[in-house]
Nanobody, 121 residues
Framework: QVHLVESGGGLVQAGGSLRLTCEASGTIFSIATMAWHRQGPGRQREWVAGITGGGHTSYVDSVKARFIISRDNAKNTVYLQMNSLKPEDTAVYFC???????????????WGQGTQVTVSS
């Protein structure tokens, strides 16, 4: 079965950076579209970024030019480099699989447990 495990969250000041990691097992990772979602306090879960097996990426407007999603298929791992963090980025960040298509268009199939990111002002 598919298992996703996120790590790398923490507390950072506004303007700082963090890199999140998602390790996957139980899936054909090299062809799977992977995504990061987040859920802040009092907010609905939102899609943040996605990447196809071949490396095509897409982002929600609020994180463009600040976040970078990448993957290492040899390690079954996807990353989210978060730069210039803002307090509004505070959320639990979740890794998810999204089939094999264009990022953000498919409903997530599997979720990790999430990792907390807190950005102080």
């Amino acid at each position: 079965q598919v298992h996703l495990v996120e790590s790398g969250g923490g507390l950072v000041q506004a303007g700082g950076s963090l890199r999140l990691t998602c390790e996957a097992s139980g899936t054909i990772f090299s062809i799977a579209t992977m995504a990061w979602h987040r859920q802040g306090p009092g907010r609905q879960r939102e899609w943040v970024a996605g990447i196809t097996g071949g490396g095509h990426t897409s982002y929600v407007d609020s994180v463009k030019a600040r976040f970078i999603i990448s993957r290492d298929n040899a390690k079954n791992t996807v990353y989210l480099q978060m730069n210039s963090l803002k307090p509004e980025d505070t959320a639990v960040y979740f890794c998810a699989t999204e089939g094999t298509g264009y990022p953000g268009l498919s409903t997530p199939n599997y979720w990790g447990q999430g990792t907390q990111v807190t950005v102080s002002s």
